[in-house]
């Protein structure tokens, strides 16, 4: 089958409603700060209502974030997810439509709703994610579009989805067609709690089916229950053909193989925290396909985070191809 797109992503569909408040906030709400915490529909209601009315509401999830990157890079990309039969669902699907990329997955019918997150960013940028997972987690291996995985270059799955024993086997089945058609294979590992959750699998996946890993340095040290950073390099490139790894101030490290490449940032005030791995993976994948050296890929992606944390929302606030033509660097 011929490639007709670059990157295709299975993740979480869920629609983010951001807003900026104070730490006390947070401890009024008892809400844990920079972390993602799973909620019911009652809390989601609950912190919906608590936000301030200047909120925004927005399409996103981690996966379904990268690919709004993508597409501003100028990639080819398409999303598989699961929504509700419900507003909220179209109105997703409608924002992936709109932005260029093709939307796979029939909506749920009679369980529960689409997935929302309220996200609270501190005058720090910290971001606390407070999520309910609706009908997004319902996504299963039937779901999975077999033409549609296998005629992308790329798979990219997002560790968020992987709590339910149903989302474990769709990852397994997605993956298995992607390299039964000749394809690659990405993962990012998305939250600390999510490894500490899932971490026997994870390192499993990741060694049997994946070809490129993305997390940030926490991340990293979770998965190999370890302080020593070198140390935990080390391991992940005996488990995968390459990494991608974020570091804050630090910039990104890049190892595949015995090389390792140290991609630097310049340092900005951060507004809002949210989405700035999601745009980085967004970078580094559309560099690797489109025949960019690792070490250019990853000075796209830190661009991109970079740009995403200077405002409020996940998702490019400027067209990305232009702000990296205009950094000179190569897309």
Same mark, same amino acid.
């Given at each position: 089958?011929?490639?007709?797109?670059?990157?295709?992503?299975?993740?979480?569909?869920?629609?983010?409603?951001?807003?900026?408040?104070?730490?006390?906030?947070?401890?009024?709400?008892?809400?844990?700060?920079?972390?993602?915490?799973?909620?019911?529909?009652?809390?989601?209601?609950?912190?919906?209502?608590?936000?301030?009315?200047?909120?925004?509401?927005?399409?996103?999830?981690?996966?379904?974030?990268?690919?709004?990157?993508?597409?501003?890079?100028?990639?080819?990309?398409?999303?598989?997810?699961?929504?509700? %039969? #419900?507003?909220? =669902? @179209?109105?997703?699907?409608?924002?992936?439509?709109?932005?260029? /990329?093709?939307?796979?997955? !029939?909506?749920?019918?009679?369980?529960?709703?689409?997935?929302?997150?309220?996200?609270?960013?501190?005058?720090?940028?910290?971001?606390?994610?407070?999520?309910?997972?609706?009908?997004?987690?319902?996504?299963?291996?039937?779901?999975?579009?077999?033409?549609?995985?296998?005629?992308?270059?790329?798979?990219?799955?997002?560790?968020?989805?992987?709590?339910?024993?149903?989302?474990?086997?769709?990852?397994?089945?997605?993956?298995?067609?992607?390299?039964?058609?000749?394809?690659?294979?990405?993962?990012?590992?998305?939250?600390?709690?999510?490894?500490?959750?899932?971490?026997?699998?994870?390192?499993?996946?990741?060694?049997?089916?994946?070809?490129?890993?993305?997390?940030?340095?926490?991340?990293?040290?979770?998965?190999?229950?370890? %302080? #020593?950073?070198? =140390? @935990?390099?080390?391991?992940?490139?005996?488990?995968?053909?390459? /990494?991608?790894?974020?570091? !804050?101030?630090?910039?990104?490290?890049?190892?595949?193989?015995?090389?390792?490449?140290?991609?630097?940032?310049?340092?900005?005030?951060?507004?809002?925290?949210?989405?700035?791995?999601?745009?980085?993976?967004?970078?580094?994948?559309?560099?690797?396909?489109?025949?960019?050296?690792?070490?250019?890929?990853?000075?796209?992606?830190?661009?991109?985070?970079?740009?995403?944390?200077?405002?409020?929302?996940?998702?490019?606030?400027?067209?990305?191809?232009?702000?990296?033509?205009?950094?000179?660097?190569?897309?």
């Amino acid at each position: 089958m011929p490639v007709k797109y670059d990157v295709v992503a299975l993740g979480n569909a869920i629609m983010d409603v951001i807003a900026q408040v104070d730490d006390d906030f947070l401890v009024r709400h008892n809400i844990p700060k920079a972390r993602t915490n799973l909620i019911d529909p009652e809390r989601c209601d609950y912190l919906y209502n608590a936000l301030p009315a200047s909120r925004i509401e927005t399409s996103g999830g981690s996966a379904g974030n990268t690919v709004a990157g993508l597409r501003s890079f100028g990639a080819t990309a398409a999303f598989l997810g699961k929504v509700a %039969d #419900d507003k909220l =669902g @179209a109105a997703y699907v409608a924002d992936m439509k709109r932005i260029g /990329a093709d939307f796979y997955g !029939s909506p749920l019918k009679g369980g529960p709703t689409t997935a929302r997150s309220m996200i609270a960013v501190t005058p720090d940028g910290e971001r606390s994610m407070n999520t309910y997972l609706g009908a997004s987690t319902e996504f299963a291996a039937a779901d999975v579009n077999a033409r549609a995985v296998a005629s992308g270059a790329w798979l990219y799955l997002e560790g968020y989805l992987f709590d339910k024993p149903a989302a474990k086997t769709a990852f397994i089945h997605a993956s298995e067609v992607a390299q039964s058609s000749g394809r690659k294979v990405a993962i990012t590992m998305s939250d600390v709690f999510c490894i500490d959750r899932h971490r026997p699998s994870f390192i499993h996946l990741i060694r049997t089916h994946c070809d490129l890993v993305f997390c940030n340095e926490a991340e990293l040290l979770a998965l190999y229950e370890t %302080d #020593d950073f070198d =140390g @935990a390099v080390n391991q992940i490139r005996s488990d995968s053909q390459i /990494a991608a790894i974020t570091r !804050s101030s630090k910039g990104s490290l890049i190892v595949s193989g015995s090389d390792s490449w140290v991609a630097p940032v310049t340092a900005a005030p951060v507004v809002d925290a949210t989405g700035a791995g999601d745009q980085y993976a967004a970078g580094v994948l559309y560099g690797i396909t489109h025949g960019l050296s690792l070490q250019e890929s990853a000075r796209l992606g830190n661009l991109a985070a970079g740009e995403v944390i200077s405002h409020i929302g996940p998702r490019p606030g400027v067209n990305l191809r232009e702000l990296a033509m205009a950094a000179g660097l190569k897309v």
